[in-house]
């Protein structure tokens, strides 16, 4: 096709506004420009300084192995005392239980007591006296329960004049110091006056003054030996 108009082909106008072009902002002061130039390199440096920080505590932090961290209390004591007396208080007041030692030693793995020269004063709520010593213990903190071990004697203190204190003696017994208990499934002697058994246990219970022997029980008795059978 020929066209003979201008050189200039006609071209539609381009649709939509005009472009605006805004104006030049003002130059900010120059104390404007270099506080916040200054906050911006601030708030960079405390961002900086909290990674540093962040990453040495990490290194710092000691990481523990699951081996490590499993591993069972050995049985070693964590205390020691020499001359130490302990003593349990009813809910009316006085002491009902005392126990006392040259030595005591705390296990923290089975949370017992190792006593050396332990000594034992025990009373009923009738007043009753019950003593017990030996030449070492193992006490048990949860049950209260005492092992007496090495020479372990126990003595039931008379309630009144009229009658001996009865004594039973052997290597082993279990002193229940909650209810007043003892039980040995080891020989022992028991003597009350010029009385004297032998037997293979015992169970020996305070509150009800009742001894009960077992095991091949032999031993002799003396008529009018004891201050109730006497005249």
Known sequence: MDYDGPDTLPLQPLLGPPLRVSPPQPRRPWSERLRSAAQTYLMVGL????????????????????????????????????????????????????????????????DTLEIDGVRIRWTDEEGRVLRASANQASADNRSGEVWLRGGARVVQEPGDGNSDALEFTGERMLFDTRNGVVISRDPVVLRQGAHRFEAGSIRYEHDKRSAVLGQGVKGRMEPGSNRSERP
């Open 47 to 110: 961002l900086a300084m909290a990674a540093i920080l962040s990453w040495w505590l990490v290194k710092q932090t000691p990481i523990l192995s699951p081996a490590a961290a499993e591993k069972p209390l050995s049985h070693v004591p964590d205390y020691e005392m020499q001359g130490f007396s302990v003593q349990h208080y009813t809910q009316s007041g006085p002491a009902r239980g005392v126990i006392e030692g040259d030595a005591v030693r705390h296990y923290p793995d089975t």
